[in-house]
């Protein structure tokens, strides 16, 4: 054999291998966690994960209080006293406080935010409304700490939603989520529209994607779906829900705010359906095949999905939907079926 011709087999070896090492590597890296393609499994979402009411109102404090240089906020309401006064702090040790909020929840002018307002501003604290966003709320409930670290929850600021509620929050640092929500903060701070193309894949915000990304959650549950929501008043989510209900195991708790007439389009399936009264159901949360959870500000409305501005965030960290599905199993056992409620009665 020639020399040339060794060097050639040589050289067509070492092309196979590297290209069959090339090829590997790509199909380990793109793995999708539905089909959809805004939604790729490039991480692992992590974090620390609070459930209300069970003493969370120091770990948000503290957690407020660690701000070295900013801290960005979304919140529907804020009627919390200890966490305003966090807020004065971190503004006079130079800390940018900025917070976009909801002039008029539950759709009347509501004062205690006017007077927030002027509180905040007399301590350089700038807040706004969202009157110029051209949607119907800012219910969002979600903090960026320092552009790095994020808070997402179920909860406003409130004395209820630490002592009363079920809410559940969810506390990280992944930068790249990060940042895209400080994309998002900054838009709405002026009033600039969001576009899909500023949304991580592993967040929902509305309008412009959570439909998408729940109603595509849902259609391709293999196993079992579980809900715990303060009420279901979506047409689309109810069919859905329904169709898959003759697949997969579907599980919901719902609270006090699910009116009789739409339980009634929950009629096929009232063994599944469980009510609680205590405490207050204010979460928002959807688990998909004991593997993924969705949880965010946004209820499970037609409104919601499709009018405000809500954010919410896929998580697949394995502490964190242990946690869940425990506190879910407690509140499905203290609940009570759809046939055994008494309206008349059992809310008060």
């Known amino acids: 054999m020639k020399v040339w011709q060794l060097l050639w087999y040589v050289l067509l070896?070492?092309?196979?291998?590297?290209?069959?090492?090339?090829?590997?590597?790509?199909?380990?890296?793109?793995?999708?966690?539905?089909?959809?393609?805004?939604?790729?499994?490039?991480?692992?979402?992590?974090?620390?994960?609070?459930?209300?009411?069970?003493?969370?109102?120091?770990n948000l404090l503290e957690w407020m209080s660690q701000a070295k240089y900013s801290l960005d906020m979304w919140f529907y309401r804020i009627t919390l006293s200890e966490?305003?006064?966090?807020?004065?702090?971190?503004?006079?040790?130079?800390?940018?406080?900025r917070?976009?909020?909801?002039?008029?929840?539950?759709?009347?002018?509501?004062?205690?935010?006017?007077?927030?307002?002027?509180?905040?501003?007399?301590?350089?604290?700038?807040?706004?409304?969202?009157?110029?966003?051209?949607?119907?709320?800012?219910?969002?409930?979600?903090?960026?700490?320092?552009?790095?670290?994020?808070?997402?929850?179920?909860?406003?600021?409130?004395?209820t939603s630490m002592a009363r509620n079920r809410e559940y929050r969810f506390v990280w640092d992944d930068p790249e989520i990060a940042q895209s929500l400080q994309t998002i903060f900054d838009k709405d701070l002026v009033w600039n529209k969001v576009t899909v193309n500023d949304i991580h894949p592993r967040l929902l915000v509305c309008p412009v994607n959570c439909r998408q990304q729940i109603e595509t959650a849902l259609q391709q549950a293999q196993d079992s779906i579980v809900i715990q929501a303060q009420y279901i008043q979506d047409q689309n989510l109810i069919?859905?829900?329904?169709?898959?209900?003759?697949?997969?195991?579907?599980?919901?708790?719902?609270?006090?705010?699910?009116?009789?007439?739409w339980l009634d389009n929950l009629w096929w399936m009232p063994d599944r359906v469980r009510l609680?009264?205590?405490?207050?159901?204010?979460?928002?949360?959807?688990?998909?095949?004991?593997?993924?959870?969705?949880?965010g500000?946004?209820?499970?409305?037609?409104?919601?999905?499709d009018n405000n501005r809500e954010i919410g965030i896929l998580i697949d960290d394995?502490?964190?939907?242990?946690?869940?599905?425990?506190q879910f199993k407690t509140d499905r056992d203290a609940a009570k079926k759809y046939e055994e409620w008494n309206f008349e009665t059992d809310w008060f």
């Open 276 to 295: 609680l009264a205590d405490p207050y159901v204010h979460a928002k949360n959807i688990l998909i095949d004991n593997d993924l959870l969705i949880m």
């Open 83 to 97: 966490a305003e006064q966090i807020m004065k702090n971190l503004s006079t040790l130079w800390v940018w406080v």
């Open 99 to 159: 917070r976009i909020g909801e002039n008029r929840p539950y759709e009347w002018l509501d004062q205690a935010f006017l007077k927030t307002k002027k509180r905040m501003e007399a301590y350089d604290i700038q807040v706004l409304d969202d009157e110029q966003m051209g949607l119907n709320f800012n219910h969002t409930k979600v903090m960026i700490r320092d552009d790095s670290d994020y808070l997402i929850s179920t909860a406003n600021l409130t004395y």
């Open 239 to 261: 069919t859905i829900l329904e169709n898959k209900s003759k697949e997969v195991d579907v599980q919901i708790i719902l609270g006090k705010w699910q009116d009789e007439w």
């Open 13 to 58: 070896i070492w092309v196979l291998w590297f290209g069959t090492l090339f090829l590997v590597q790509q199909q380990d890296v793109q793995i999708d966690v539905w089909s959809s393609p805004r939604v790729q499994q490039t991480q692992w979402v992590e974090g620390d994960f609070w459930v209300s009411p069970y003493g969370v109102q120091d």
């Open 297 to 305: 500000s946004m209820n499970l409305s037609q409104n919601a999905l």
């Open 318 to 326: 394995t502490k964190a939907i242990k946690t869940f599905a425990r």
